[in-house]
């Protein structure tokens, strides 16, 4: 079976600092992997998906970056945190082969920059 | 960008009442959606519609779509304290399937 991995599940960070968060993915290859952000109390915001290594696409310009080192494993990073990066942060895989698959989610990391 | 939009934005219900969410969307789709996210947790799918269905049932839930309308409907029947959550639609869009869009979400309380 299917599993994904998402840590850690909360953050303190001080403005100014880097952040990395990391998603593995287990039981399957070649996957679809995604980073949403999550204000509090509204929808997810589509960050960055990868349909493989070295296929990343960024939705929203801002000050985050994603990697894909290894073919299950997608990693938020930022150099210089800002207040506003605060929020719920998830990963999610989905199939790659078909278009009519759903998304399966990590638990999210909440982050909070002060 | 956002492509669905829920309506209502927050429902509260007596427990035993139907519960009844809006979707709209913008764009051709493959399919939709709709996810149910607790309170600080992932989200779960619960169902999907492809865009050639028109109403598609699991248990519970009742999800139809109008592809001319550009919108959907989840329907909880008999609602239970436990199905106290969000509720969010996804949809793909056809020229990128790979790309899964949320909207805003419903949140739903149901009052024992």
């Known amino acids: 079976s299917q599993t994904i991995h998402q840590w850690p599940a909360t953050l303190v960070q001080p403005v100014g600092s880097p952040l990395s968060l990391e998603c593995t993915v287990e039981?399957?290859?070649?996957?679809?992997l995604y980073w949403y952000r999550q204000a509090a109390g509204r929808g997810l915001q589509l960050l960055f998906y990868?349909?493989?290594?070295?296929?990343i696409s960024s939705e929203v310009p801002q000050n985050l970056s994603a990697s894909r080192p290894q073919d299950r494993q997608f990693i938020l990073s930022s150099k210089k945190l800002l207040l506003s990066d605060s929020g719920f942060y998830l990963c999610?895989?989905?199939?790659?082969?078909?278009?009519?698959?759903?998304?399966?989610f990590g638990q999210g990391t909440r982050l909070t920059v002060v | 960008s956002q492509q669905g939009e829920e309506d209502p934005q927050a429902l509260s219900i007596q427990e035993g009442e139907n519960a009844t969410m809006n979707c709209s969307y913008k764009?051709?789709?493959?399919?939709l959606q709709w996810y149910r996210q607790n309170s600080g947790r992932g989200l779960v799918h619960l169902i999907l519609?492809?865009?050639?269905?028109r109403e598609k049932h699991s248990g519970r839930l009742r999800v139809t779509l109008d592809t001319s309308k550009k919108s959907s409907s989840l329907l909880i029947t008999a609602s239970r304290a436990a199905d106290t959550a969000s509720y969010f639609c996804?949809?793909?869009?056809?020229?990128?399937?790979?790309?899964?869009?949320f909207g805003s979400g419903t949140r739903l309380l149901v009052r024992p």
């Open positions: 764009t051709s789709i493959n399919n």
């Open positions: 999610a895989w989905s199939w790659r082969v078909g278009m009519n698959t759903e998304a399966f």
């Open positions: 519609i492809r865009s050639n269905e």
């Open positions: 990868s349909i493989g290594i070295d296929q």
């Open positions: 996804a949809t793909d869009g056809r020229d990128s399937s790979y790309k899964l869009i």
């Open positions: 039981g399957t290859s070649n996957p679809n």
